[in-house]
């Protein structure tokens, strides 16, 4: 299992880059996963998404899709997509320390 | 990860439910993970953007063998009804949109959306028969254009 190191912290991920293992994410790490999936600045809009994300993993055990955390993040489709122009669900799952979502919508 | 798709165009050139949400499924699918998608409507394909047909399009119950259903059995009067009524169901339960919001969402997601100039022309349509959210009637050439350096896909 590769590892990459977040904040100073080593931690596990997969060969796309999600982390193995929630746990080991924090906080602090989110800026510099944002930055290698070309986000620059984390506004306060992308930590909805990425707390909202981050939520729900942790009450149902999956990230939503796109068309779920368009519904239920507070963000609209067109916004997601500002937002994480390479895939709102995949990148904010990824900068959140979750697995990649797994919905085919 | 080397060669990953980057883009794809996704002609859809029918008009039947089984025909039009896999190409829906597949632009939507490209753009979520990050992928540029272009959807060109042609043929019977304009249906799923057209205004006023949008709404009721079909699963064909004749000469669709995956149904499991006697030919005579699929012509029957309002067959085509009950069984696109009972797949919609389904589709719901699975999350996957009706074919207007379905086709809004894409729009949302940045792909576009376009129709067919031959097919406009020959059905004798125009612009104002199709949903806002269609960027633009585009000729073949054009299409190509747009596809340049991409996958392009026919359903």
């Given amino acids: 299992m590769p590892t990459r190191v977040y904040a100073g912290v080593e931690v596990t991920v997969n060969d796309e880059g999600f982390f193995t293992d929630p746990e080991q994410w924090r906080e602090e790490m989110a800026a510099e996963l944002a930055a290698e999936s070309g986000i620059a600045v984390l506004t306060e809009q992308h930590w909805q998404v990425v707390k909202h994300m981050r939520h729900e993993y942790e009450t149902k055990g999956t990230g939503p899709t796109v068309r779920a955390l368009g519904?239920?993040?507070?963000?609209s489709i067109k916004?997601?997509?500002q937002l994480f122009p390479k895939g709102p669900a995949k990148l904010a799952a990824r900068i959140a320390g979750i697995p990649k979502p797994r919905g085919c919508i | 990860m080397t060669d990953k798709i980057e883009k794809v165009s996704?002609?859809?050139?029918?008009?039947?439910?089984?025909?039009?949400?896999?190409?829906?499924?597949m632009a939507n699918g490209a753009r979520a993970e990050g992928i540029e998608a272009n959807l060109f409507f042609t043929f019977f394909g304009l249906d799923a953007i057209?205004?006023?047909?949008?709404?009721?399009?079909?699963?064909?119950?004749?000469?669709?063998?995956?149904?499991?259903?006697?030919?005579?059995?699929g012509g029957l009067p309002g067959m085509s009804a009950v069984m696109t009524h009972y797949l919609a169901g389904k589709l719901e339960?699975?999350?996957?949109?009706p074919i207007p919001e379905f086709?809004?969402?894409?729009?949302?997601?940045?792909?576009?959306?376009?129709?067919?100039?031959?097919?406009v022309d020959?059905?004798?349509?125009s612009k104002e028969d199709f949903i806002d959210q269609i960027k633009d009637i585009?000729?073949?050439?054009?299409f190509y254009d747009l596809a340049a350096g991409g996958q392009i896909i026919f359903t």
Avoid: Q
């Fill in chain 2, 50 to 73: 057209h205004k006023a047909r949008h709404e009721h399009i079909k699963l064909a119950t004749v000469g669709n063998p995956g149904l499991h259903l006697a030919t005579w059995a």
């Fill in chain 2, 138 to 142: 585009i000729t073949v050439g054009e």
């Fill in chain 2, 10 to 25: 996704i002609v859809v050139s029918k008009g039947s439910l089984e025909g039009v949400y896999p190409a829906l499924i």
């Fill in chain 2, 122 to 125: 020959l059905f004798g349509l």
């Fill in chain 2, 93 to 97: 339960k699975l999350d996957i949109p």
């Fill in chain 1, 79 to 81: 916004e997601l997509y």
């Fill in chain 1, 71 to 75: 519904k239920t993040s507070g963000v």
């Fill in chain 2, 103 to 119: 086709l809004e969402m894409i729009a949302d997601t940045g792909a576009g959306l376009y129709a067919c100039k031959a097919s």
